[in-house]
């Protein structure tokens, strides 16, 4: 499928693997560790919203673990709506050399075209919490599990507990002109940013026995311009900055690069984020 939001990820793909991915795919890949020991032999492994396919990596490197001990063979499917997203993770993956294991295809999380009942176990990092229809992609994701099958997501947490989504959105915020800040919609993610929010969503939506934990961990980036760079081309910030003029765009790279300068000590430092998220993993009904 091919829509705006796709091409925008498409467009973000290349500097999302170069700059995003080997953050999250840390996440990604605690996610799946998380979960790993209650995946039954031979797991059919689906991974939503797959971006580069760190998950999948960790995934199909547990696959290939069990075979080698004279297990059966199971199988990881790494999945994303942008098809360059999707290009970049089959390129990550074919260099484990375990095409037996772990195949990249292109498809909506929020309209899977997998039968019902395929999977023991659907992934998704960062990924589900971001479409425009959250519930339809916990319920996909719920219809192609089988029953007492595995979910397991990771979602960032609000501004309040997570510096890096603070720290970000701080000096876009304080140089956005009042006319756009004032038609921005509240982010609908907020509502599952809390443990609770969270808890009850994945609950209302065919899910049994859902656990929270916090997951923290520190992003680093090598320069003040570079953070900029993986900010910039983002579809959600660009989302904002479509709204402004090519002046106020200067306006809101300048405040965002003086702060992060004065965080880093210059403009050639490093800086560090510490980032905070949720697992969450329950069992489909
Ligand atoms: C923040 S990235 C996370 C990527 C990866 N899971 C990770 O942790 O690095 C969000 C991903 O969601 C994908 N995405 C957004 N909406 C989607 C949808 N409706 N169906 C499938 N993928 C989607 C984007 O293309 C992008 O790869």
Redesign the pocket.
């Known amino acids: 499928m091919t829509n705006e939001?796709?091409k925008a990820?498409?467009r973000?793909?290349r500097t999302?693997a170069r700059l995003?991915?080997p953050?999250?795919?840390y996440?990604?890949q605690s996610l799946f560790h998380t979960v790993a020991g209650r995946l039954p032999p031979a797991p059919r492994i689906l991974?939503?919203?797959?971006?580069?396919?760190?998950?999948s990596r960790a995934a199909a490197l547990h696959c290939l673990a069990e075979k080698t001990v004279g297990g059966q063979l199971g199988r990881v499917v790494a999945?994303?709506?942008?098809a360059e997203?999707v290009g970049l993770a089959a390129r990550n993956l074919s260099i484990l050399g375990l095409d037996d294991i772990v195949r990249c295809e292109v498809?909506?999380?929020?309209a899977l075209g997998f039968d019902a009942g395929s999977f023991d176990a659907v992934f998704?990092?960062?990924?589900?919490f971001?479409?425009?229809?959250r519930n339809a992609?916990w319920r996909e994701a719920a219809r192609v599990l089988r029953p007492g099958g595995l979910l397991a997501t990771?979602v960032w947490r609000g501004s309040d507990e997570n510096a890096l989504a603070r720290l970000q959105m701080a000096p876009i915020m304080a140089a956005l002109p009042e006319r756009v800040r004032a038609s921005l919609p509240r982010p609908s993610w907020l509502d599952i940013a809390s443990k609770d929010g969270l808890e009850r969503e994945i609950a209302s939506a065919g899910f049994a026995d859902v656990e929270v934990s916090v997951f923290d961990a520190v992003l680093t980036v090598p320069t003040p311009g570079t953070m900029w760079e993986f900010m910039y081309e983002?579809?959600v910030i660009q989302g904002v900055l479509a709204r402004c003029t090519e002046a106020e765009i200067s306006a809101i790279e300048e405040s965002v690069l003086s702060s992060f300068k004065a965080k880093a000590g210059g403009p050639d430092r490093p800086l560090r984020f510490e980032a905070s998220c949720h697992f969450a993993v329950a069992r489909r009904i």
Request: net charge negative; with cysteine.
């Open positions: 939001l796709s990820w498409d973000y793909a999302y995003g991915a953050f999250t795919g996440i990604a991974e939503v919203a797959c971006g580069n396919g760190e998950l999945t994303d709506f942008s997203m498809h909506d999380g929020e998704s990092a960062f990924g589900i971001l479409f425009p229809d992609g990771a983002n579809p």
